[in-house]
């Protein structure tokens, strides 16, 4: 008779594990052929440079639908766009409930309404320190300092070994607005050994020695700041960060002046922090439209636009465009804030734009005005000894993050590091081992209403047309080789110089007709040669001219 196969507890990073953004991990329980899963995060990554026009980018779920039978749930650690940005994108198809807490559900259904989404996802309440099944799994909310309200890790437990995925955290003694993270309850889990723990950890500020400064302490600054300030004082910050707003607002009433807010982003998170009880003893925030009714010394702005966003609220102000809002000469504006990497291009050239007009620009150079919500090397090694775990696995960073926070976890003591990477099958439990590229991982692109793959997406041929340009070209040939109508050409995104001896035009009108010439009559009538030769001729003779080979289309009409 048949041995039955063991159970396993098996972990599969799908995004989130060799990069910044697009979390979202997968845990399986049972035998190898024969798993339950349930998922953990479900985030985008913001498009750079190189995905021209392209707004997201999600993690595939190719995987989870390969599987979509055994798939169980999605729980939510927090509402941050990296870790929940990309559920109503993708798992509307998988009909499976998500887990969340009353903030994070409430920014769900916020940004469903605020985007216009149609699909619907179906939102069970979660609750820090009560647990809860799903399938063989027993979940329990653990809650941690972030800069983002009912941040959790998650205790995953099973009856061969249990999982720590912290999700994102620090040790921060004086959040602001929020409870500390809940290190008593780590020391208990830890205190436990009946199975094996397995530590799941964000690796973000693994490379920094030290422990991350407290938000108290940023309140401490902002509030100096404010108060020093003889005209107005304009603060840009993540509209996500409660505890940011709830600092700049109790440092405004204590000055004596009112806050002002501008941006959807701020009102819409802000209003659902009220609704909650949040903002306890934080006086109503006023609108954009009764900002030039208030005195310069009684007025703090808070507004969106700390990435330097374009359409944003401070960058209208810096570029005087802004219909209710104008800053002058000796007002202060505080970026309270770190430019998420690829941004700092746009908000340099902001807060340049500002300084140009005499505004006092205060940045991080300058003070303690923000503060990440990661743990540093030292708050690291705090969670190792609160958990003692038995398996390590590094996750939520890039490559030099992932593997720091490895050699930290060796140097520490803890027996197993797994380094993982998307698409890795970790097994956790009984045997740690891991099996790099076991699963299909990659990513979807968010190209206006479309959700498609890089491949599909055409960004290559925006590439190519961003570097090179685009010349057209027509013309209308009979069955005898004559050349009835044309050549007519279009030309975008090439240089036209006026002083040249010969324009830009005219050298692809030359081309044009001396390969024309060129070709026998006889064989003029053949479109795809004639296509072939005019498509060579363009391009040589324009590269000659302007050092590149530009994208040339040509159509050869046959009457």
Not at 61 to 73: G, R, T
Not at 263 to 288: K, T, V
Not at 302 to 326: D, Y
């Amino acid at each position: 008779m048949a041995k039955p196969r063991a159970d396993e507890l098996v972990f599969v990073p799908l995004g989130g594990v060799g990069e910044i953004g697009m979390n979202m991990g997968a845990y399986g329980f049972g035998p190898e052929r024969n798993r339950k899963w349930i998922v953990v995060d479900c985030g985008v990554t913001f498009a750079g440079p190189q995905e021209p026009g392209v707004e997201l980018i999600l993690p595939d779920p190719a995987f989870l639908e390969e599987n979509a039978d055994d798939i169980l749930a999605l729980i939510l650690t927090h509402s941050h766009e990296d870790h929940y940005g990309a559920v109503l994108d993708l798992w509307p198809a998988f009909d499976r409930p998500v887990y969340a807490t009353a903030f994070t559900a409430a920014m769900l259904s916020a940004k469903k309404e605020s985007e216009g989404i149609v699909e619907d996802v179906e939102v069970r309440p979660m609750r820090v320190g009560k647990p809860f099944s799903v399938g063989p799994f027993t979940i329990e909310a653990i809650n941690v300092a972030h800069s983002i309200p009912e941040s959790c890790a998650l205790l995953i437990t099973t009856p061969i070994g249990r999982v720590i995925h912290t999700g994102d955290w620090k040790l921060d003694p004086h959040p602001v607005g929020a409870p500390p993270t809940d290190v008593g309850r780590f020391a208990q889990i830890g205190e436990d050994r009946s199975t094996p723990i397995a530590l799941i950890c964000d690796s973000t500020n693994a490379m920094k020695d030290g422990t991350s400064p407290s938000e108290d302490e940023v309140a401490s600054t902002l509030e100096a700041l404010i108060a020093s300030s003889t005209h107005r004082v304009a603060v840009t910050t993540f509209a996500s960060n409660v505890g940011r707003v709830i600092s700049v607002a109790r440092a405004a009433q204590k000055a004596g002046r009112k806050v002002v807010m501008s941006g959807r982003a701020l009102h819409r998170i802000s209003g659902i922090a009220r609704e909650l009880g949040m903002l306890e003893g934080i006086d109503p925030f006023l609108d954009q439209n009764e900002y030039k009714a208030l005195p310069r010394a009684k007025v703090v702005l808070l507004c969106t636009g700390s990435q330097g966003e374009a359409r944003a609220a401070i960058a209208r102000i810096a570029r005087e465009e802004h219909p209710e809002i104008s800053l002058n000469a000796g007002d202060r504006v505080i970026f309270s804030s770190w430019a998420i990497p690829g941004n700092e291009r746009e908000v340099i050239d902001i807060q340049n734009m500002l300084i140009d007009r005499g505004i006092d620009v205060i940045t991080q150079t300058h003070g303690l005005v923000h503060t990440t919500g990661h743990p540093r090397r030292e708050e690291l090694k705090r969670l190792y000894d609160l958990i003692k775990p038995d398996v390590l696995v590094p996750v939520h960073g890039e490559a030099a993050h992932l593997e720091a926070h490895a050699l930290l976890g060796r140097q520490h003591g803890i027996e197993t590091v797994v380094h993982a990477r998307n698409g890795d099958m970790v097994r956790l439990f009984p045997e740690t081992t891991q099996f790099p590229g076991e699963v299909r991982v990659g990513q979807l692109y968010l190209d206006g209403n479309v959700l498609c793959t890089p491949e599909e997406s055409g960004v290559k041929g925006r590439r190519r047309l961003s570097f090179g340009g685009h010349i057209v070209v027509s013309l209308c040939v009979n069955s005898s080789g004559q050349v009835l109508a044309g050549p007519e050409t279009v030309i975008e995104g090439l240089p036209d110089v006026e002083d040249d001896d010969e324009s830009l035009p005219e050298i692809v009108r030359r081309a044009v007709t001396g390969t024309l010439k060129s070709i026998p009559p006889k064989r003029r009538n053949d479109p795809e040669l004639v296509n072939t030769a005019l498509q060579r001729a363009v391009r040589s003779e324009v590269s000659s001219y302007w050092g590149r080979k530009p994208n040339v289309t040509v159509f050869v009409h046959r009457v």
